[in-house]
């Protein structure tokens, strides 16, 4: 019987987690899998709804005004609930086998963390606390002997294909991206791009913001980052190549030239299956691929002066310190910002740029060895200088 906490189960990763993990028989007596902890944040109506089903021993929402509405969906179940970050930390430190971090934002960072820290192994779906403290992560995962998978389709690929293989071996790691709802655009007709039209992407079904993040390649500019801070590689051993069909989940050059691919349908289930089951493969409900129905595989280079994120992420990776923990507590505003509509599309990156340079000669920036502490208080103060910013922007955009 394994034991597994669900950080983020109401969102599009953690409702595919249930999904893996009922089919499996959780919540059934006798199951391979007993929920420790289910959190979410607002759908107060589906985390009472999993956890009836599922049974866990304490469920969390992170907001502490809805505590009270938890309860009463809860009422006559005999589960025990709890509201606020810290109830989300106290959840993530209790016994469990797997933890799967399904929060988005960097409000992931400290659950999973704190997850690694108590011995489970952390199913990562958010990247974004690679991205703010990969090196405090990967640090606390070798102190502790711990083990982090990553449930991001193409560094669970990658992860997929250097098993069994020497890292030193590498040559490169190539992304796959799919290049977002907005590929085709124009750079004139991206400035006037709204969040309906950001969120129509081709291939795969997400959360609203990774979505958004898909079609301003953020979201790539972000993996570039997570797979330069857990496989270790060097920024220039990193390739991004536009690839429509997101068959191709990513790809491995080796230095003998054989390049290894994970293929498999454009389903998370791949990802969070393979970390569920890991260091086996368990019969997963996917797709199986038809190639010749599929008949072709594409490959384009990315143009980076319409997707400016994948030139930021560069910028970040060869800046160092705490530069990741700007990007993307700068992006997440960005991001708030430009679904509020007071901001246009492609001043998400203008933000993002703007608020890099103004820290850019902050003396805690150039910090290699950062604590938790000093990643949160650079995520903060990211965030206020965005904030700020974000009103010069949009009064331009206004004028
Ligand atoms: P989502 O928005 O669908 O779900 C987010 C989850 O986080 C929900 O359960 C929500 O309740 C919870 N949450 C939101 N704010 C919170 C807060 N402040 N504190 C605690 N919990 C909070 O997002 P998603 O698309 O499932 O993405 C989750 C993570 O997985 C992100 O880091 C994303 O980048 C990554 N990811 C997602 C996919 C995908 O297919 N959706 C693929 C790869 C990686
Ligand atoms: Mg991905």
Same mark, same amino acid.
């Given at each position: 019987?394994?034991?597994?906490?669900?950080?983020?189960?109401?969102?599009?990763?953690?409702?595919?987690?249930?999904?893996?993990?009922?089919?499996?028989?959780?919540?059934?007596?006798?199951?391979?899998?007993?929920?420790?902890?289910?959190?979410?944040?607002?759908?107060?109506?589906?985390?009472?709804?999993?956890?009836?089903?599922?049974?866990?021993? #304490?469920?969390?929402?992170?907001?502490?005004?809805?505590?009270?509405?938890?309860?009463?969906?809860?009422?006559?179940?005999?589960?025990?609930?709890?509201?606020?970050?810290?109830? #989300?930390?106290?959840?993530?430190?209790?016994?469990?086998?797997?933890?799967?971090?399904?929060?988005?934002?960097?409000?992931?960072?400290?659950?999973?963390?704190?997850?690694?820290?108590?011995?489970?192994?952390?199913?990562?779906?958010?990247?974004? %606390?690679?991205?703010?403290?990969?090196?405090?992560?990967?640090?606390?995962?070798?102190?502790?002997?711990?083990?982090?998978?990553?449930?991001?389709?193409?560094?669970?690929?990658?992860?997929?294909?250097?098993?069994?293989?020497?890292?030193?071996?590498?040559?490169?790691?190539?992304?796959?991206?799919?290049?977002?709802?907005? =590929?085709? @655009?124009?750079?004139?007709?991206?400035?006037?791009?709204?969040?309906?039209?950001?969120?129509?992407?081709?291939? @795969?079904?997400?959360?609203?913001?990774?979505?958004?993040?898909?079609?301003?390649?953020?979201?790539?500019?972000?993996?570039? #980052?997570?797979?330069?801070?857990?496989?270790?590689?060097?920024?220039?051993?990193?390739?991004? #190549?536009?690839?429509?069909? %997101?068959?191709?989940?990513?790809?491995?050059?080796?230095?003998?030239?054989?390049?290894?691919?994970?293929?498999?349908?454009?389903?998370?289930?791949?990802?969070?299956?393979?970390?569920?089951? @890991?260091?086996? =493969?368990?019969?997963?409900?996917?797709?199986?691929?038809?190639?010749?129905?599929?008949?072709?595989?594409?490959?384009?280079?990315?143009?980076?002066?319409?997707?400016?994120?994948?030139?930021?992420?560069?910028?970040?990776?060869?800046?160092?310190?705490? %530069?990741?923990?700007?990007?993307?507590?700068?992006?997440?505003?960005?991001?708030?910002?430009?679904?509020?509509?007071?901001?246009?599309? $492609?001043? $998400?990156?203008?933000?993002?740029?703007?608020?890099?340079?103004?820290? %850019?000669?902050?003396?805690?920036?150039?910090?290699?060895?950062?604590?938790?502490?000093?990643?949160?208080?650079?995520?903060?103060?990211?965030?206020?200088?965005?904030?700020?910013?974000?009103?010069?922007?949009?009064?331009?955009?206004?004028?």
């Amino acid at each position: 019987m394994r034991r597994i906490a669900i950080l983020g189960s109401t969102g599009s990763v953690g409702t595919q987690t249930i999904d893996l993990i009922t089919r499996a028989g959780a919540g059934s007596e006798g199951a391979d899998f007993h929920v420790t902890a289910l959190t979410g944040a607002q759908n107060i109506a589906l985390l009472a709804q999993q956890a009836r089903a599922l049974r866990p021993d #304490i469920v969390v929402t992170s907001d502490p005004s809805r505590l009270g509405d938890l309860q009463d969906a809860l009422a006559g179940s005999g589960l025990a609930v709890a509201a606020g970050a810290d109830a #989300i930390r106290e959840a993530a430190s209790r016994p469990a086998d797997i933890a799967v971090n399904a929060i988005v934002g960097a409000a992931g960072l400290v659950p999973g963390l704190t997850a690694l820290e108590a011995g489970a192994t952390l199913a990562l779906a958010n990247k974004e %606390s690679l991205v703010a403290a990969g090196p405090l992560m990967m640090r606390r995962m070798h102190e502790t002997g711990g083990q982090i998978l990553p449930v991001d389709s193409e560094h669970s690929a990658i992860y997929q294909a250097l098993t069994g293989e020497d890292i030193a071996a590498v040559d490169r790691i190539i992304l796959t991206a799919s290049g977002g709802a907005l =590929r085709d @655009w124009p750079l004139e007709r991206l400035q006037t791009a709204t969040v309906a039209e950001a969120m129509a992407h081709p291939n @795969w079904a997400m959360g609203q913001r990774i979505t958004i993040d898909s079609a301003s390649m953020f979201n790539k500019a972000l993996e570039v #980052i997570e797979a330069r801070e857990f496989f270790g590689v060097s920024p220039a051993q990193i390739e991004v #190549i536009i690839h429509r069909e %997101s068959i191709i989940h990513s790809m491995v050059g080796f230095h003998d030239g054989a390049i290894m691919a994970h293929l498999g349908s454009p389903d998370m289930r791949h990802a969070i299956g393979y970390a569920l089951n @890991w260091p086996k =493969r368990a019969p997963l409900p996917v797709a199986r691929l038809d190639l010749a129905k599929t008949a072709r595989l594409s490959f384009e280079a990315p143009d980076e002066a319409r997707f400016p994120a994948l030139r930021l992420a560069r910028e970040v990776m060869a800046a160092g310190g705490l %530069s990741g923990a700007v990007f993307n507590a700068a992006k997440e505003i960005a991001l708030d910002h430009f679904i509020a509509g007071s901001i246009g599309f $492609m001043q $998400m990156a203008q933000l993002v740029e703007a608020t890099l340079d103004r820290l %850019s000669s902050d003396s805690g920036l150039h910090n290699d060895a950062a604590t938790l502490e000093d990643v949160l208080a650079m995520d903060h103060l990211a965030r206020v200088r965005a904030t700020e910013l974000a009103v010069g922007l949009a009064s331009g955009l206004a004028g």
